[in-house]
């Protein structure tokens, strides 16, 4: 897509957030994917979600619940 604003560097990242059920939150600009890592170790890219959605997740007040009422069934998902 060429529509980014000149001097907009978009980035892949991920960040560890405090929660019982998610370990990190993170942004794949290559695959335009929100990548969601749980606790028990398995990865999941969603697709359809933007960047601002997983910066969002990363800084909700309970990570868990924002997955659940945000992202599961909302997105198309594949595991990694």
């Known amino acids: 897509g060429g529509s980014r604003r000149t001097g907009e560097r978009a980035m892949s990242w991920s960040k560890q957030v405090f929660s019982s059920m998610v370990q990190e939150i993170g942004w794949d600009d290559d695959t335009q994917e929100m990548l969601i890592t749980y606790n028990n170790g398995q990865q999941y890219a969603y697709s359809g979600a933007d ?8 800084k909700a007040p309970s990570v868990g619940q924002w997955v659940n009422t945000e992202v599961k069934g ?3 998902v594949r595991k990694l």
């Open 51 to 58: 960047e601002g959605t997983a910066i969002e997740g990363s």
């Open 74 to 76: 909302k997105y198309p």
